[in-house]
């Protein structure tokens, strides 16, 4: 009877055992599955060709500590300033005979020249306004929107499209009548988070 017992007893400690080697077991194997999933993952998040331990930059969301600059978005040299911004003096309007604030840059050039994306991001709206003409917006980075007006009607580009810097998206027109000038042109206006701020901010006009 003692000898049955004994056997029971140590039958009973190996069942134990054993519940608790396979208990182990299955959580090694959870944690190894959950490594191998997370080290998938990242390496998912990085293209075949990204240099080692680098992370690709994206144009439309570059990195916090580049700087965004801006290019001219009338192609060529031989374009003319027509009028600057002010958002504090008033200049005078020879269409609308009335003198108001110019908020935008009015660039002149002869008829067929590009004008091109000045940065990266995604084509917002193409739209033919009866005072702005042919008018292009595009949303960049870091709340930044680019305004271009007075364009051709043959555009390039279409709501949605993604653009790289210095892409073209038409050519000068003659298409606003808010205010006419003699010579093709485009208007370039530069919002920021929603309020208009100065294109030369970003915008190299100095030279002209």
Not at 68 to 97: C, D, H, R
Not at 120 to 146: F, N, P, R
Request: net charge negative; proline share 6%.
């Amino acid at each position: 009877m003692t000898t049955q017992i004994r056997q029971a007893t140590l039958t009973e400690r190996n069942k134990k055992r054993a519940v608790g080697v396979i208990a182990a077991l299955t959580l090694t194997l959870v944690a190894l599955i959950a490594v191998f999933g997370a080290v998938i993952g990242f390496k998912a998040d990085v293209p075949v060709n990204a240099p080692p331990g680098e992370t690709p930059s994206n144009p439309d969301n570059p990195p916090a500590n580049t700087p965004i600059v801006f290019e001219m978005p009338v192609s060529g040299s031989e374009w003319q300033l027509l009028k600057e911004a002010s958002f504090s003096e008033l200049q005078f309007n020879t269409t609308a005979n009335r003198w108001e604030a110019c908020k935008g840059y009015v660039i002149g050039a002869s008829e067929g020249t590009a004008v091109v994306a000045p940065y990266a991001g995604t084509i917002e709206s193409v739209l033919e306004s009866k005072l702005y003409g042919t008018q292009i917006t595009i949303a960049h980075a870091d709340g930044l929107k680019t305004v271009i007006s007075s364009l051709d009607k043959n555009v390039l580009v279409a709501a949605g499209q993604s653009v790289a810097k210095g892409q073209q998206l038409g050519t000068v027109g003659t298409t606003e009548t808010v205010e006419e000038f003699e010579t093709p042109h485009a208007r370039v206006e530069l919002y920021k988070n929603g309020s208009k701020i100065n294109p030369n901010t970003y915008i190299d006009f100095g030279n002209k």
